[in-house]
């Protein structure tokens, strides 16, 4: 079979195709209409929800369990979970920002290279993150006075810290790495179709 | 009243060039439910950037570069959330504004080997079987015009091997 009989295949299909595609303008004008309003609708609630749930949460669940206290515990507390809270905050923000850009009338390498970055981005701050969180927790803990070494604490401490290491290595160690590899590659590879 | 022209002027638009989003979406979907869902973000994506669509280039380049890049991506939200940004409303409605008969089995066979393809390659021989000319398909996917030529020489192989195998499951000749 050669490429040329593909062709007329295509070409009988297409044909076939012209002839039997009936389009109802109506109710595809009113699908116009609504439709995108409507996921529009969604995407700005979903933002806003998105948005709003981290300030929400903060203050149902932490300021009502930490009393303030005029000690650098405190303070020290306070900056370290404000750092990690507000870069987290900032990430969300960007990222939704930038999948926003996306402009799907660009030629289609460009837009995969887009969303490999995106991905690329994604994983960095997922890393970032992993190193932050720690941090986080210490700052929360600070904030609240909790008696991070004593009898009581050290075994659900010790608990966390483990789980979390383990994480931190299956993660860094198999997928992390694994992932760049993969969309570096496919990123040359585009850059190639683009270049020679 | 501006409005309402602009609006027929994209139908018209649309209903012209159907056949392509429809040749797009079966190539990039393997169940009825998703394309006629891929066809429905096909005509959204569509409608949103019309807007911005000046005839810098052909029309035919736009419907083509929107349709495949939200076919490509199509692909990729249901593989992962992680990206769905547009496309995590599950209010899809069904595809009743569009009627069309069954495809012969011939174009089945045909689809079924696309389908093997990955998506750059798919999208290169869709575009080379509808008649685009090396330029054209450059354009649209922002390879280059020699890379284009070479990945149409391998997917011809590609797709000639594939024929040739299908039919032989098929049991036509």
């Known amino acids: 079979m050669e490429l040329i009989e593909l062709q007329n295949m295509w070409k009988q299909y297409d044909d076939k195709l012209s002839e039997t595609t009936r389009l109802n303008k109506e109710i595809l004008k009113r699908l116009l209409q609504s439709k995108p309003e409507r996921r529009l609708n969604w995407i700005k609630l979903k933002a806003g929800f998105n948005l709003v749930l981290p300030i929400v949460a903060i203050g149902l669940v932490l300021l009502p369990n930490i009393i303030f206290r005029n000690e650098i515990d405190f303070y020290a507390g306070s900056l370290l979970f404000g750092i990690v809270y507000i870069l987290f905050y900032y990430w969300a923000i960007r990222y939704y920002m930038l999948i926003n850009k996306i402009d799907y009338t660009n030629s289609i390498t460009l837009i995969r290279k887009k969303v490999k970055q995106l991905e690329k981005y994604k994983i960095k701050i997922s890393r970032l993150g992993y190193i932050l969180i720690p941090f986080g927790i210490l700052g929360i803990f600070l904030m609240a006075n909790f008696p991070i070494f004593s009898k009581h604490s050290i075994l659900p401490l010790s608990l966390i810290i483990l789980v979390f290491l383990g994480s931190v290595y299956y993660t860094f160690k198999y997928e992390v790495f694994e992932q760049f590899r993969k969309i570096d590659i496919e990123l040359d590879e585009i850059e190639q179709l683009e270049e020679k | ?173």
């Open chain 2, 1 to 173: 009243m501006a409005s309402n022209i602009h609006q027929d002027y994209f139908l018209n638009i649309f209903e012209q060039n159907i056949g392509i989003i429809i040749k797009i979406a079966r190539a990039y979907t393997k169940t009825i439910q998703d394309r006629e869902d891929l066809i429905n973000d096909i005509a959204l994506e569509l409608w949103k950037s019309f807007e911005r669509f000046k005839g810098d280039s052909k029309i035919s380049t736009w419907i083509y570069r929107v349709a495949l890049n939200t076919s490509i991506n199509y692909n990729r939200k249901y593989k992962s959330s992680s990206l769905a940004s547009l496309s995590d409303l599950k209010l899809v409605n069904r595809i009743n504004w569009l009627i069309e008969q069954d495809e012969t089995s011939q174009a089945e066979i045909l689809y079924d080997c696309i389908n093997e393809l990955n998506a750059f390659n798919k999208a290169i021989i869709l575009l080379y079987l509808d008649g685009n000319s090396h330029e054209e398909i450059s354009a649209i996917t922002g390879i280059t015009k020699t890379n284009v030529g070479t990945r149409i020489g391998r997917i011809k192989e590609q797709i000639k091997n594939l024929v040739i195998k299908k039919k032989q499951n098929y049991g036509t000749d």
